[in-house]
């Protein structure tokens, strides 16, 4: 008798425990289904279990794909775990409240995207690039209400132009969009760029970086697509859009140092792009009716657009005295609409600007907008002498209130 019963407290205690098992092994099968839902679908299952009945309650759980933040510099989307890693993306944290996962997409040369927020990467960056093939991007509309694509020029050296302004050795460009963007080259890293998409056609971007010549280049691009009722979008003929009351808008390839190449007359050449003609435009915030354009302070070559920079000396080169305008400015300027000089309210009389300085104006003309035009010789000609190591223009803007 003692032995039978002691057979059942060990039976009993081995069906204890088969259950427990049973259960444990039940609950961990929910936890990895809640999570295999979570990953594939965005769902979150919750459920109840009584013997082997399931009785599921399914919610679905929904988060915007905005961008979110990252332990590095680049930002992310915010996306389910299995949708970054089927766009082969980096997952940098949480976010949607831990719902979603921030994902980074990178892509480099020969490569497509219809992802927001792409980075467009140099091989091996951020180590140096020698150089090689043209590389290319393009990029698609993720979908059918983007009508912008926004780059941003997060890092961007490459070889500078020649001595003529024209990019022989390294070049950026851009196509299949409808906004006609320039061939750029040099220092570019801050600068962005804003090209409409036409319809469903492709943007392709490509980088020529000539391998026979030795130089440390490298590129990173943001591309952002902006839907049609952005707030962020540019308008209509801005390749380049500024927003805030006051900022800095440097031409492309600025800098105060000189390009080391000569130019064909065998002067020293110029940083500044030849073949030039685009707007840039300026948002024109609330309380603000007009706008003041004036040189970067202690920088004496923040507006060298024509002439002799090297032939002259500090009383000309950044002051009143190097700046000219009107009919004197006939090949590489810039246009201000109806500008009038700060400093004495007196109507300027004319629109171009050029020289080697530039005198503080304003003006109340809408919208707010500078038009940049180079044309495609640098050097002498009949009727001009060469223009020698200009660097372009650094000009500061600042709304001015109503």
Same mark, same amino acid.
């Given at each position: $008798?003692?032995?039978?019963?002691?057979?059942?407290?060990?039976?009993?205690?081995?069906?204890?425990?088969?259950?427990?098992?049973?259960?444990?092994? #039940?609950?961990?099968?929910?936890?990895?289904? %809640?999570?295999?839902?979570?990953?594939?679908?965005? !769902?979150?299952?919750?459920?109840?279990?009584?013997? %082997?009945?399931?009785?599921?309650? !399914?919610?679905?759980?929904?988060?915007?794909?905005? #961008?979110?933040?990252?332990?590095?510099?680049?930002?992310?989307?915010?996306?389910?775990?299995? #949708?970054?890693?089927?766009?082969?993306?980096?997952?940098?944290g949480n976010c949607a409240s831990r719902r979603g996962r921030c994902c980074v997409v990178t892509?480099?040369?020969?490569?497509?995207?219809?992802?927001?927020?792409?980075?467009?990467?140099?091989?091996?960056?951020?180590?140096?690039?020698?150089?090689?093939?043209?590389?290319?991007?393009?990029?698609?509309?993720?979908?059918?209400?983007?009508?912008?694509?926004?780059?941003?020029?997060?890092?961007?050296? !490459?070889?500078?132009?020649?001595?003529?302004?024209?990019?022989?050795?390294?070049?950026?460009?851009?196509?299949?969009?409808?906004?006609?963007?320039?061939?750029?080259?040099?220092?570019?890293?801050?600068?962005?760029?804003?090209?409409?998409?036409?319809?469903?056609?492709?943007?392709?971007?490509?980088?020529?970086?000539?391998?026979?010549?030795?130089?440390?280049?490298?590129?990173?691009? %943001?591309?952002?697509?902006?839907?049609?009722?952005?707030?962020?979008?540019?308008?209509?003929?801005?390749?380049?859009?500024?927003?805030?009351?006051?900022?800095?808008?440097?031409?492309?390839?600025?800098?105060?140092?000189?390009?080391?190449?000569?130019?064909?007359?065998?002067?020293?050449?110029?940083?500044? $792009?030849?073949?030039?003609?685009?707007?840039?435009?300026?948002?024109?915030?609330a309380g603000y009716c007009g706008i003041q354009y004036s040189q970067s302070a202690n920088d004496?070559?923040?507006?060298?657009?024509?002439?002799?920079? #090297?032939?002259?000396?500090?009383?000309?080169?950044?002051?009143?005295?190097?700046?000219?305008?009107?009919?004197?400015?006939?090949?590489?300027?810039?246009?201000?609409?109806?500008?009038?000089?700060?400093?004495?309210?007196?109507?300027?009389?004319?629109?171009?600007?050029?020289?080697?300085?530039?005198?503080?104006?304003?003006?109340?003309?809408?919208?707010?907008?500078?038009?940049?035009?180079?044309?495609?010789?640098?050097?002498?000609?009949?009727?001009?002498?060469?223009?020698?190591?200009?660097?372009?223009?650094?000009?500061?803007?600042?709304?001015?209130?109503?």
């Open positions: $008798m003692m032995a039978y019963r002691g057979s059942l407290v060990v039976i009993a205690a081995i069906l204890i425990t088969v259950a427990a098992v049973s259960l444990y092994n #039940e609950e961990n099968e929910k936890e990895q289904y %809640k999570d295999d839902l979570l990953e594939d679908n965005d !769902l979150e299952e919750y459920s109840s279990r009584k013997g %082997k009945i399931l009785f599921p309650f !399914l919610s679905i759980v929904r988060f915007a794909n905005t #961008e979110c933040s990252t332990t590095g510099t680049m930002r992310g989307t915010c996306l389910a775990r299995r #949708e970054c890693h089927n766009l082969n993306g980096t997952i940098t892509r480099g040369c020969g490569s497509t995207t219809n992802v927001n927020n792409t980075y467009f990467t140099s091989p091996g960056y951020p180590s140096a690039y020698a150089g090689g093939a043209a590389c290319s991007i393009t990029v698609y509309r993720c979908n059918s209400n983007i009508c912008q694509l926004r780059i941003d020029f997060l890092d961007m050296v !490459l070889a500078q132009p020649d001595g003529d302004g024209n990019c022989a050795t390294d070049s950026v460009t851009v196509t299949g969009g409808n906004t006609v963007v320039p061939t750029i080259c040099g220092d570019n890293t801050g600068q962005t760029i804003f090209v409409d998409f036409n319809g469903n056609a492709a943007i392709t971007i490509t980088i020529t970086a000539t391998a026979s010549t030795t130089f440390a280049r490298r590129w990173n691009m %943001k591309l952002v697509q902006l839907g049609c009722d952005c707030p962020g979008i540019a308008p209509n003929g801005c390749l380049q859009y500024y927003t805030g009351t006051s900022g800095t808008i440097n031409s492309f390839n600025y800098g105060s140092a000189a390009n080391t190449v000569l130019s064909s007359s065998l002067v020293t050449g110029t940083r500044q $792009m030849a073949n030039l003609n685009y707007g840039i435009c300026i948002r024109m915030e004496v070559y923040s507006f060298t657009i024509s002439g002799d920079v #090297e032939g002259a000396d500090n009383t000309v080169l950044g002051t009143s005295l190097g700046a000219s305008n009107d009919g004197a400015c006939s090949t590489d300027y810039v246009i201000i609409p109806n500008p009038t000089v700060t400093a004495t309210g007196v109507a300027v009389g004319a629109d171009r600007f050029c020289g080697i300085g530039f005198v503080s104006v304003q003006t109340t003309a809408k919208p707010f907008v500078i038009y940049v035009v180079t044309n495609g010789d640098e050097g002498a000609t009949a009727t001009s002498p060469p223009d020698i190591g200009n660097r372009g223009f650094s000009l500061a803007y600042s709304e001015i209130a109503c």
